[in-house]
């Protein structure tokens, strides 16, 4: 299994309106791609700003270019995201998981 890390950053004061338009979107998306075996948010609110972790679950590379693309190193936008994020990294992370 390979997670896909994803981070972003919005204004605190748009961090709950956020969430809802992650769900809307990416979110929604993950769960009709096959090969997604979940995601989880992880949300940190620190003075004015509302950090966002995205942690997805794929069975391979090959379901992740399902949902991103050739590049699958290339992190996936949608459209209103300009609205809400401070800045939008070019890159998400893979890690494999591992079993302990």
């Known amino acids: 299994m390979i997670a896909r890390v994803w981070r972003g950053v919005t204004p605190a004061s748009k961090g709950d309106e956020y969430l809802e338009y992650l769900k809307a979107t990416g979110l929604g998306e993950f769960s009709r791609i096959e090969g997604n075996r979940g995601v989880r948010v992880l949300r940190r609110i620190e ?4 950090e966002f972790l995205l942690i997805s679950f ?23 995201d300009k ?6 990294e070019p890159k998400v992370v893979h890690y494999d998981v591992v079993q302990v």
């Open 47 to 50: 003075g004015d700003r509302a």
């Open 58 to 80: 794929w069975e391979s590379i090959e379901a992740i270019r399902n949902f991103a693309g050739h590049d699958v190193e290339k992190a996936v936008y949608y459209p209103e």
């Open 83 to 88: 609205a809400f994020l401070l800045e939008l």
